[in-house]
């Protein structure tokens, strides 16, 4: 993958940079929500559950 972006970066004499983004999605993307939940009392929910109450929000703020 960066071998491949630094490459066509080569190629292109820098105006197509992959490098940073390719590097980025290897990152661990992970984080405790332990702070969100002291500090705004976060619960988190399924996904199921968030788009139903997102929905029925959006709806009754619609009329």
Known sequence: GVLLARTAKILTL???????????????????????????????CFFSEGILAEINEYISQKS
């Open 14 to 44: 820098g105006k197509i940079d992959y490098i940073e983004k390719i590097q980025r999605m290897s990152e661990d993307r992970c984080f405790s929500h332990e702070d969100a939940e002291k500090d705004f009392g976060y619960k988190p």
